[in-house]
Structure formats: structure tokens, C-alpha cells
């Protein structure tokens, strides 16, 4: 069994700076309009870091390049591959993540093909499940799996929405 299959729905930068990083992708890249949600709060009831609970803050900021999701994560408080990420390399390509049905289901394959789980959680209630897997054996830090449930991926269609608007008006982000 596969783990997940394509495409590729989403690719982040971990950053110590997210203001900046924008700046950098809408005005080299053409990347539109950023949306950004600050001081996202992750508790330890809902999110594991190598199997033990953690809770963390992050700053976070979205836009679209085409269909495909560009996320930006400053870390800002507690424990998570983010955070260790940016310690040990600083600002980067962190992952890239592959929209998937059942997180569980895929874990499990993860886990039975020998590939680590590393950190795990979810938000809103569930709208949103993700876990992130070890992705170094295929040349990327990381690789997300992430379920969407419908609020979020209309969330989602809404910033999608927005973006395209402002790129075909020729604005800069």
C-alpha cells in the first residue's frame, strides 16, 4: 500500500522572519496576496511530537501559486520540527504536503513501510488532521499528510480566490 499519491497540494518555508519571506515571494516570484494567521495556537490535547504531547504557537501565512498552496511557518513558542528545523539549517524549505482521506490509515502505512511519524495533530475541532513524516530518505526534510475537512477547504477556495484575483490585477503582495 502507498502511503499517499499525488499531487502535490502544498510546499512551505519555515522562516524567523514571515513579514520578510512574503515580501521576498510576492516581489521576485509574482506570488499574490498573503493572508496571514498569526499566533496559531496548537495544544498539547490534540498535537504529538514523537509520541509525546506538545503545545506550540506559530505564525502562519498562505497564498496560492496557481492550485498549488504556499505556506510560510515562523515558529513562536514550544516544541516542533519547525522550530527544530529552523535551529538546525535556519530559514527553508520545510515540506511538502499531500492531501490524503484518512490520516490514520495512512500513518499506519508510513509506519509499516519504515518511514517515522513525527509529529501528529489537528485543529478546528478536526476540520483539519495532519501528520508529518520523516522525508530525508527521499532528499526532503519533511513530508505533510493532511486530511481537509469542508470549512477549512472552503477557507482555502476563498484565499485561492483572492490570490488569483490579485495576481491577474498585476498586484504585489
Do not use: N
Not at 39 to 63: K, N
Not at 87 to 94: D, E, Q, S, T, V
Amino acid at each position: 500500500m502507498t502511503i499517499a499519491s499525488g499531487p502535490i497540494t502544498q510546499i512551505c518555508w519555515v522562516s524567523d522572519d514571515i513579514e520578510a519571506s512574503e515580501r521576498l515571494l510576492g516581489e521576485q516570484f509574482g506570488v499574490g496576496e498573503w493572508t496571514r494567521l498569526p499566533d496559531i495556537e496548537f495544544g498539547a490535547e490534540t498535537t504529538t511530537l514523537r509520541g509525546e504531547p506538545v503545545r506550540f504557537v506559530v505564525h502562519v501565512s498562505l497564498a496560492y501559486a496557481g492550485d498549488l498552496q504556499l505556506e510560510l511557518i515562523q515558529p513562536v513558542e514550544g516544541p516542533t520540527i519547525h522550530a527544530e528545523f529552523l535551529a538546525a539549517h535556519g530559514p527553508g524549505l520545510h515540506h511538502v504536503c499531500f492531501e490524503v482521506e484518512d490520516v490514520e490509515a495512512a500513518c499506519a502505512a508510513a509506519q509499516s513501510a519504515g518511514v517515522p511519524v513525527l509529529m501528529r495533530g489537528s485543529m478546528m475541532g478536526g476540520e483539519i488532521e495532519f501528520a508529518y513524516l520523516d522525508g530525508s530518505a527521499g532528499g526532503a526534510p519533511y513530508i505533510e499528510l493532511a486530511r481537509i475537512g469542508p470549512a477549512m477547504r472552503e477557507f482555502y477556495d476563498s484565499l485561492k480566490s483572492a490570490s488569483a484575483s490579485a495576481s491577474s490585477a498585476g498586484v504585489e503582495a
